[in-house]
C-alpha cells in the first residue's frame, strides 16, 4: 500500500526556468510533510517541511504548497539552477516518515 | 561526530552468509529508521525506532532480517543468509524525536552487494 505517491519519476527543466515536483498522499492521519534531495553515493538530505495546519512555505528558492483536500503536495524551485539536479523525495509523517518514490530532477544549463 | 554515522560504507557478502549493519545516530536523537534503497527504487522504510517503545517491524521483508538499539543509541541492522535481491543501499536516519514537526538526518548509507 503505497501511502505517499510521487507519479513522476523524472523531470527536465532549463536554467531560470521553474521545476514543481508533486507528491500525492492517501493518508489523512499524516500532519508534517517534507522534502528531501539525494545526490548519488549520498543520503537523502533535508530540504523544506510544512505542517498540516498551512497551506505554503517558502524557503528562498524553494516553496512548498499543501492542498489537504486533494491530499496533495508540490515543490516548486525558481529559478532552477543546475546544482538543483537530484533526485527529490517527498515523505509525510504521522507517526513516522513515509518516503514516495523520488522524481530524478535534471536543470539542463 | 555530529552526523549519523553508517558503517561499513560498502559491503560485500556471499550469499547464505550473515551481514551486519551499523548506525551511529546523531547524539540526542530519540527516533532511529533503517530504510533500504534497491536500484532505480525509492525509499523502503524497513524499521523505526522511538525511545523506549516498542520498534516499528512493519517494513522488515522476512524474518532474516531484524534490528535492535541499544542503550537508545547505536543501532544494528542484521540481514541472516543474505539472498540477492537483498542487494540495496541501506539507509539510517535520526531525529530529536517522531512524528510531527521533526525533520530526520540521514548517514551516507551502506551499499550491500550480495554475490
Known amino acids: 500500500d503505497q501511502q505517499v505517491k510521487q507519479n513522476s519519476p523524472s523531470l527536465s527543466v532549463q536554467e531560470g526556468r521553474i521545476s514543481i515536483l508533486n507528491c500525492d498522499y492517501t493518508?489523512?492521519?499524516?500532519?508534517?510533510f517534507l522534502w528531501y534531495k539525494k545526490y548519488p553515493a549520498e543520503g537523502p538530505t533535508f530540504l523544506i517541511s510544512?505542517?498540516?495546519?498551512?497551506d505554503k512555505n517558502e524557503d528562498g528558492r524553494f516553496t512548498v504548497f499543501l492542498n489537504k483536500s486533494a491530499k496533495h503536495l508540490s515543490l516548486h524551485i525558481v529559478p532552477s539552477q543546475p546544482g538543483d539536479s537530484a533526485v527529490y523525495f517527498c515523505?509525510?509523517?504521522?507517526?513516522?516518515?513515509?518516503f514516495g518514490e523520488g522524481t530524478q530532477l535534471t536543470v539542463n544549463p | 561526530g555530529a552526523g549519523v554515522s553508517q558503517s561499513p560504507s560498502n559491503k560485500v557478502t556471499e550469499k547464505g552468509k550473515d551481514v551486519e549493519l551499523r548506525c551511529d545516530p546523531i547524539?540526542?536523537?530519540?527516533?532511529l529508521y533503517w530504510y533500504r534503497q534497491s536500484l532505480g527504487q525509492g525509499l523502503e522504510f524497513l524499521i523505526y525506532?522511538?525511545?523506549?517503545?516498542?520498534?516499528?517491524k512493519s517494513g522488515l521483508p522476512s524474518d532474516r532480517f531484524s534490528a535492535e538499539r541499544t542503550g537508545g543509541s547505536v543501532s544494528t541492522l542484521t540481514i541472516q543468509r543474505t539472498q540477492q535481491e537483498d542487494s540495496a543501499v541501506y539507509l539510517c536516519?535520526?531525529?530529536?524525536?517522531?512524528?510531527?514537526?521533526?525533520?530526520?538526518?540521514f548517514g551516507q548509507g551502506t551499499r550491500l552487494t550480495v554475490v
Open positions: 547524539s540526542g536523537h530519540t527516533a
Open positions: 525506532f522511538q525511545g523506549n517503545s516498542a520498534p516499528d
Open positions: 493518508n489523512s492521519m499524516f500532519d508534517y
Open positions: 510544512i505542517s498540516s495546519i498551512k
Open positions: 515523505a509525510a509523517s504521522a507517526r513516522r516518515l513515509t
Open positions: 536516519a535520526s531525529s530529536l524525536y517522531g512524528g510531527y514537526g521533526t525533520e530526520a538526518f
